[in-house]
């Protein structure tokens, strides 16, 4: 069973910044995009909001929220998306939950990483 692997949560000040990191347990095969979520405080799960995706051949998005802070990239040889979050807000409080899709099999996803932004 492939695993996704998360690290780099925890707590920083407002205005400071984080560097989250997704890696499979294993290689990968058919992996067509990958991404995060992440689910506020008090929030349902059903309500978690998708942050930012990378897409095969380079497409990217992101939340309206964190357009211009937040950097999704992806290194394909090592089946590992990162998430560089800078001038980081109180209100970007949750965990982070990344997720990979594949083609012909269901989504795979991470276990979650807190991230607190507080002074």
């Known amino acids: 069973q492939v695993q996704l692997v998360e690290s780099g949560g925890g707590l920083v000040q407002p205005g400071g910044s984080l560097r989250l990191s997704c890696a499979a347990s294993?290689?990968?095969?058919?992996?067509?995009?990958m991404g995060w979520y992440r689910q506020a405080p008090g929030k349902q799960r059903e309500l978690r909001e998708l942050v930012a995706v990378s897409i095969n051949g380079g497409s990217t998005n992101y939340a309206d929220s964190v357009k211009g802070r937040f950097t999704i990239s992806r290194d394909n040889a090592k089946n590992t998306v990162y998430l560089q979050m800078n001038s980081l807000k109180p209100e970007d409080t949750a965990v982070y939950s990344c997720f990979a899709d594949q083609y012909g099999s269901s989504r795979l996803w991470g276990q979650g990483t807190q991230v607190t932004v507080s002074s």
């Open positions: 294993r290689s990968i095969f058919g992996i067509y995009a």
